[in-house]
């Protein structure tokens, strides 16, 4: 397996305050890595040096073995990073199915691809089929012409996994995916999770909260501490690592 | 050139007055106020009424021009009620229409009640004429306004930095949430910060009413040239507004002598070079 | 809204405009003429505000450049030439606007943007006020209304109403490309970059790039309003680009509604009937306009165009009437930090 994203000594601060201090770690194709930590620990901002949402002040990112520091969202988006965020976001004011349709548009341009002639009005037939492919997927087929800002919390999470999919990312990074969800609805998130994994062969990279999430779906974990890594390694070896239980996971007991 | 750097001067002190309020409601409400040149001209028609067009004293016009703004800033806490304060948590274009809605009625109201005729005020008996500082001769009346700036300044300062009131002020502009988790009456507070920038518009207002021409277009000169002013400044700071103003008042002064055919250019020059260069002002704080 | 009802209204109030010469005087058609001029302009605009979400302040620096480049020609005697010089002037604005949104839109956004064009069209218009080849703070009057000739035929727009028409047609042509523009695959785009831009560039979507070409449609259709306008007032003046004019789209799309294409033409005449309702009341004209205004922010931030499709969804239930939100709240876009 090779690397399909590599951190090597990422620097991040906000203006004096430095939030990441020379983290590094890589990830394989295919796994599932998960990034851990109490909260303010730096992994949503590692996140962003990661999709380029926020440039990091040292180091360097290399995704698909290319150095992407310096490139820009947009064109990290089109070699294959697709992320979600931790309060879903997808276009409130666009239908359900016109915002899949923005997105395979999207990718379709990028290919190259040329569906319609520049003027048409209305999406291609091949657009519209492939996203109502993804809406049935996520089952919200019925709801095609529904406007986004009426979908229930659980199904604008849906919904932002579809628009995410029809990108086809290679590398899936996912906020915190069960944020503010009970516990059965959590479950179902780690089904889709799963499914979405063997079907794609994608590999991803989730932030989380709920420990039993994770030890459902990682394969290694970086564990994160006030911006510095801590360990990184398998769920055993996180677990076993002393400084890992003295830091983190011994306030869990439970998980023992 | 001394004569050219006092003239720029006086103008730079001039526009202070009126950034001063503009810049203290952006700090507390993120609102970029339109209206503020409206109420500004509504000042100075206000002492115009109260002292005509022969001011008796400079005492008369500064007793004037003070009541003026107790008048202004009671306004001021109507448009806070009625308007901004339903507004604030909208998109800010939407603040920004919202404000120029009351800087129409603002203006309708003007012509309604003195007409459309150009008004002129001579400065009161204690700030005509001039004196001759070594070679050049300066008008008192600039010497009233650069002093007026100045002092505005200074007390404007004095009072947010080291009154108690001030300190209150300075907090919630950094941080509305802190403000009221240190269990801070935010809507009073705004409302005294509202109060005060108005009543600081029809201050300004009535101090430089001599030598004005009163129509009711004076509020578009005196605002967009107090917007460049706040922008350079960093939006927010009283400061930054200072500095800004002393700054934009030599361009333009240096733009009269060098350029002279057209006036008035270099002020937005300087701006749209500030706002690509240096978004955040001389002394803005950072963006998050 | 059922698509039917608005082709209906939309061929309808067509054919009105087309027949007003029949009956109106003249000066009501003059201002008509501005009002269909103004409404085009207004239409470009939201092409940026309610497309992209970018809110410019200096539109009528644009609107001056179109119609001082129509002048200036018109009166040098090109008038064979028009329909090439309307090209032209939309070129030129829209390379202006290109060059300008090239620099602000990596810089800035909101209220900076708003801030700096607005500071530009200044600069623009205190140029023009000192230029005297351009008739410095008089303007240019005397503008023709040209004739000329396409293949064989000859085209005459200087008697009786032929401007008038001619101008009716420009504008709806003009309308329909920007129709066009905004629900092909490129205004959908647009959309979803206004709506959450970030999202939008997570999907591959060079999020600068769009709103660059939204910045430049949006100047070359200012700039074609403006080279209307000259031969129609057949006069031009600094003061097209001053701020009070540069405000008039923005006030035309939110009286209107900003989320409808629709709603800048509406928000034009509407605000050009209170306007001719109250041209003999000194000062109320502009009371009544702010009063309007504010009620509109406050209470129907959705505009006449929202109000109005809320209205027939109420009386057709199979239509669904949640479209529009009612409150400032759910209808104002609140930029996501």
Redesign the interface.
Known sequence: MSDIIRLENIEKSY?THQVLFGIDAEVSEGETFAVIGPNGAGKTTLFKVM?G?APCNGGRVIFRGEDVTAI????R??AG???T?QVA??????TVL?NV???V???H??EGRRD?P????K?AQSVVAEAMELLAHFELEAKRDA?AS?LSHGDRKRLELA??L??KPKVLMLDEPTAGMSPSDRAGVVEVIKRIREENRITIIMTEHDMSVIFGLADRILVMNQGARLALGSIEEVRNSPVVREVYLGKESQHD | MLFAIINSLTTGMAVFLVAAGLTLIYGVMRILNFAHGAFFMVGAYLVSSMVGQAPPSTLALAAAAILAAFIVGLFGLVVQRVVLKRVQDADEHYMLIATFAVMLICVGVVKLIWGLEFLSVSPPPGLEGGNMLGPVFVPTFSIFVIVCGVLAFLLLELLLQRSWAGKMLTAMSRDRLMAQLMGLNVPVWMMVAVGCSFALAGLAGGLLLPNQTLSPVLGDQFLLMSFATIIVGGLGSIRGAFLAAILLGLIDGFNAIAFPNIPGVGIYIGLVFFLLVRPNGILGEEQI | MNPAIKATLLVLSALVLLALPLWVNPGLLHLVGVTIVMGVFAVAWNLLFGYAGLASFGSGGLFSIGAYFMAVMLRAGWQDGFLLLILVSMAAGGLVAFLVGAIALRRSSGIYLAILTLALSEVLRLFLMRWHWIGAEDGLPNIVRPSFSIGIARVDLSNGHSYYWFLCLACAAMVAIMWWILHSPLGRTLRAIRLDPERTAFMGVNVYGYKLAAFTLSGIFAAGAGALYAPWAQIVTPDLGNMTRSVQPILYTLLGGASSFWGPLIGAFSFSAIEYATRTLVGIQEIITGAILLVIILVFPTGIAGAFSRFVGALMPSEPSSRHGSSVASAVRTETP
Do not use: C, D, Q
Request: proline share 5%; charged share 30%; net charge neutral.
């Open positions: 203006g999709t949402e820009p969202a947009h064109r988006a089109r990073m697709g992320r965020f976001r997808v276009f409130l004011e666009l016109e349709v923005v997105a548009e999207a990718r341009k990028n319609v520049w003027y048409a009005f999406p406007e009426e628009i995410t029809a990108g």
